[in-house]
């Protein structure tokens, strides 16, 4: 049975708005729509998986998604949400991110059988467009007026930032002539985005009716907001990309886990492709028993593995289990030196040298020649409360600390009481 596009965003809390007859135009035919992505970085980030599941809905209901990366209007910025100049990056960059961006993408969509997807760079039809036949041919279609209406103009020139550029302000226009680009090449019928690109997107619509008399739809999804009113797809840390070596598929999994519970039933609804009954299904479990976390951990491991991979969620549970859990030493040492640096990125280190282990060394030694306590005192008490572990075992005064105690013959992990870790390499 076909999946009706529309009713699918509704209970998934992924529609915003919608032009008149888009539903009819979605339910009566199989349709070409799109959606566009900044290549400013070399990765895109959980903010744009909002976007990535909406193209993989659209391709599960029968349609066929095309994923737009903006080597072009990536080169000029859009002022959508920004108070203001953005610094323009190198066309070499820019190529370097389209790449990196691409190869995500490819991961998520399926560009085989009757609705394959596809994949564009604007910068194929710009790059040979010159600028006077570009304001000729299209500037002029477009009053100042119109394009001064838009919100992401207005903030910009009548609120307190530092105004616009011209570059920025024919962003609008360069989007919307992508669409009638793709409108007229590939008679794609829609395009869609987060809500802040409306105005981008009717500017589109507007050229193809103003330029053909031709008719075209918009849609757009709501844009995540956090209940504490932080910023989704950021944490303390930065930005959580979807580049492994960005953002660790341990981080990476460790951000859904930690959702809120006011926040983490509509991430499922969002960022899950299981089925309605389902979600409501695990929410009323969670709701049933909210200190197991069960919605996180659905959450987390659906979206771990297909980000990544089946591999790395294992190891992203595993580490979890590490570090929060009751895995012991047997775990720790089936981790390899990698997998060891990256679990313990973040947490305090030192090094010392494996020359000191040659006939053994005392643990208190250890403990303070590492950096890890400050003093012999400091060292004598926290071992005389019982709280120092070495790698997931506890350890006494008395306590020798040998070659042989190290991991992967490198490394020695002290832990002082539940959640306080310390790495030392050795060399």
Known sequence: MKINFIEELKWRGMLHDAMPGTEELLNKSVVKGYIGFDPTAGSLGVGNLV???????FQRAGHRPIALIGGATGMIGDPSGKSAERNLLSEETLLHNQQCQRKQLEKFLNFTGENAAQIVNNYDWFKGFGFLDFIRDVGKRLTINYMMAKDSVKNRIDGTGEGMSFTE??????QGYDFYHLWKKEGV????GGSDQWGNITTGTELIRRMDGGEAFALTTPLIKKADGTKFGKTEGGNIWLDPNRTSPYKF??????????DAPGYLKIFSLKT?????????QHQADPGKRILQKALAEEITARV???VDLQQAQLATDLLFGSAGIEALRSLD???????FDGVGSGIMSKSDLAEGLPIMNVLVQSGFLSSNGEARRALQENSISINKEKHTAESQITLSDLLNDRFLLIQRGKKNYFLVEFH
Request: aromatic share 10%.
């Open 51 to 57: 976007q990535i599941m909406t193209l993989m809905h």
């Open 169 to 174: 302000f024919t962003y609008q226009l360069i």
């Open 189 to 192: 019928m829609l395009q869609m």
């Open 253 to 262: 999994y460790q951000f859904w886990l930690n959702a809120a519970d006011a």
């Open 276 to 284: 309605r009954e389902e979600i409501e299904s695990i929410i009323d």
């Open 308 to 310: 990544h991979s089946e």
């Open 337 to 343: 030196n990698e997998a060891i640096q990256e679990l």
